[in-house]
């Protein structure tokens, strides 16, 4: 009975991508939806993700056809794993952040000043996965991973005070979008104010916080730089992201050259690309902040040290309760592994 509402989910959502993109298909084809992990606006899904998937109708002769959605179009984002594992989705792109007790190891990568940028966060995420086996573990048991990236780097834009240091944040309200960020205000001495990212700009407009911090690329969908002073650039904390393929899709619906050509077009080769886009799409948001009348503050390393001395506390007192809290057996070990592993790995400038 279960699968066979899920295949009368797939044959709505299939019905749907034909009504909204007009894509029709063969008779014969293969027809997989794809959620995004990508609001629509973001560049990442014009730049790759919706030619990615456009392009095996074309190179299959129409016996493939990825119907693509962005974020939340036919699952909400906290439901994309549900959704993977029982088939209501094919393909989809998920961050192991947002389901910690799915994912304790991979969780560990979001932890202050892992990465310091998209490219160097690209490549610790894949020497985690394999060099650490509750890492690949953890990934593998979603689907048939294609790919995995690093997210964009954060960003503090204030309307008031230029920050410089864990002082200027101290006592002040801090909008956020994301939940999970509001530990890093508190750890920082900011008093976080959580809104809907519908609000952000509002909230900012109208003083519920002097400053935003939220990576930049959600900044600039945000629009929060026509109102920013000031915009601090800081690798504090990166998301893993995740593209997988739901298991029996994998193994049972795709042909040998289907599956090869997935994972021909994607690997380790689409994330060094995914990471070049995402670093090269930051510098142009900052220069867009510079456009709009905002001063770029670019910490010194003895200014990020600051940093990151401020924050080595939320390592003891929130991301070795959370590991416990998530099933690791011994949560020290396995952030200290982190560490040694990203230190490990070539950062490019």
């Not at 989705?89 to 990465?115: E, N």
Request: hydrophobic share 45%; proline share 6%; net charge negative.
């Amino acid at each position: 009975m279960f699968k066979e509402m899920v295949m009368l989910k797939k044959w709505c959502l299939a019905s749907l991508a034909l009504v909204l993109l007009g894509t029709p298909a063969s008779a014969d084809a293969l027809d997989l939806n794809f959620q995004s992990i990508y609001p629509q606006a973001q560049t990442q899904n014009a730049d790759f993700f919706i030619p990615w998937a456009e392009s095996f109708a074309e190179k299959t002769n129409n016996e493939l056809v990825l119907h693509f959605f962005a974020l939340g179009s036919l699952v909400e984002a906290s439901g994309v794993q549900d959704a993977l594992r029982s088939g209501a989705l094919d393909l989809c792109g998920f961050s192991p952040v947002s389901f910690p007790k799915l994912f304790p190891h991979a969780y560990l990568f979001s932890m202050p000043f892992v990465t310091k940028n998209a490219r160097h966060g690209q490549a610790v995420l894949w020497a985690l996965y394999d060099q650490i086996s509750g890492v690949k573990t953890e990934i593998d048991a979603a689907g048939e991973m294609l790919t995995m990236w690093a997210g964009a780097m954060y960003a503090f834009s204030s309307t008031t005070v230029p920050v410089t240091k864990p002082e200027d944040i101290k006592g002040r309200r801090v909008l956020v979008i994301v939940p999970a960020d509001t530990i890093m205000v508190e750890a920082l001495g900011g008093i976080p104010v959580y809104v809907p990212p519908a609000d952000a700009y509002v909230g900012l407009q109208r003083g519920m916080g002097e400053i935003i911090y939220t990576a930049l690329p959600i900044s600039k969908g945000l629009r929060v730089m026509e109102l920013t002073k000031h915009v601090t650039p800081l690798a504090s904390a990166t998301q893993p992201m995740v593209l997988a393929v739901n298991h029996t899709v994998w193994k049972e619906d795709l042909t040998d050259a289907q599956r090869a050509l997935m994972k021909e077009t994607t690997g380790r080769e689409m994330a060094r690309k995914l990471g070049e886009h995402l670093d090269k799409d930051a510098q142009d948001i900052l220069a867009m902040y510079e456009q709009a009348g905002a001063k770029i503050v670019r910490l010194s390393d003895e200014q990020l040290a600051v940093f990151n001395d401020a924050l080595k506390p939320l390592i003891e007192n929130y991301w070795v309760q959370s590991g416990k809290d998530a099933g690791l057996k011994d949560p020290k070990l396995a952030i200290e592994r982190v560490y040694q592993i990203a230190a490990s790995v070539p950062a490019p400038e």
